[in-house]
């Protein structure tokens, strides 16, 4: 279950000093974006670099990654052992977020890494990964609405608790997109105290947006993708600044953040196993409103008109959907769906380590997306997501699919694909029959 405070992860942490320094990134969108990019940047730059993020989308240690690589399962497993053997010696208690950070904490020790990439699990103020007393850097992304019955039913309390990992004389680079109230909230903090400099791209460093591999990249880049890659090249140059390093070229880290590796953000699949790798399938984590318009205006743009125009037909999409319950499900659903679209429903499956999380039921989706948007042409709520996938193909007739609103659908769906349809960590098995998928569980 969620229990936000420190008290749990301090004590879990109380004999394991950390022998390595901390970029910090809290925000509502795009800091899982923006980690990604710091890390490639200093691995770049010859740092040995971990990051920590969250949540996981295949294995639970995928989360983790040392110098681009992801943590090798066994190491994990160690140091996981060794962190639950302390929690139930001491009584802690600790969440399994909570596990999870110390245990990349001191994966981080005894990998030697220089700096650690950590992005905040939820909000800020109260989150696990707030026990960093002493970052080198601090990332604010862009904050939206999102938690909201955790972290505050408008976006200047959210705000102020995403600040809150704002620390005394820690420079705090801001998405300078954000709102204005947003910003001022951010502001407040700083003053409270003593964060800073703040540093917004905007007002900052002409000379990003003066380099020609800038002009020539960013056209490419959507916005919101060229605000994170913004925040995470400022953030990467204040922390070899500070490791005393020699400045780095721009061009160096801009090309090592377009290298940079985030599975379920854009990402373009080719699905063997469904339509023998001939179509295309967009998959997005999109699970907010504000992310939900972002990839709408994307594949408005990218490819609705762009997939017309080339086939001389319809700008039909098929969407596979599934969402977390408690989500603002119409205002995700609004900016994604039009008349005579296809839209399948599915739940996604348990996730390791996060019992709590429960998948909206796929008939209810289904529902509310028919109330968003009555004119849709197939529609269907399908058992399972290879289910679903198919139905989704049958759908499309060669058109586009997106997979959207959810990361823990992402992580099915990456895992299908990985496994070949299979989920041995599962002991979950899905069979493929044109006329009737059907899943069938091990024992």
Known sequence: MIQPGLERISLLLKHTPLSWKAIHVAGTNGKGSICASISAMLHRENVRCGRFTSPHLIDRWDCISINEAPVKHELFREVEKKVLSYNAQEGINASEFELLTATAFEIFNRENVKVGV????MGGRLDATNVLQSPLVTVISKIGLDHQSWLGDSIEKIAREKAGILKPGVPCVVDHTNELAVNEVIETVAKEVGAGPLLYFDQLDGRI????????????L????????????????????????????TTNLLSASQKAVWPGRLQTLKFEEIDNGEGEILLDGAHNADSARVLGQYVDEKLRHKWAIQHKSAEVITWVLAMSEGKAVNDILKPLLRPWDNVVTVEFGPVEGMPWVK?????RLLEHALRVAPLISHRHHALNVAEALLSAKKYAQGRPIVIAGSLYLVGDVLRLKRDG?????????LHFNRESPTESRGS
């Open 118 to 121: 950590v992005e905040v699990g």
């Open 209 to 220: 947006e003066a380099s020609p591999y800038w002009r020539e990249i960013a056209p490419h």
């Open 222 to 249: 959507a916005l919101h993708q060229q605000a994170n890659t913004a925040c995470a090249l400022v953030a990467a140059r204040q922390c070899l600044e500070i490791l005393q390093r020699p400045k780095p070229r």
């Open 359 to 363: 998948p909206m039921p796929a008939s």
């Open 421 to 429: 349809m299979t989920d041995e960590g599962h002991h979950k098995t």
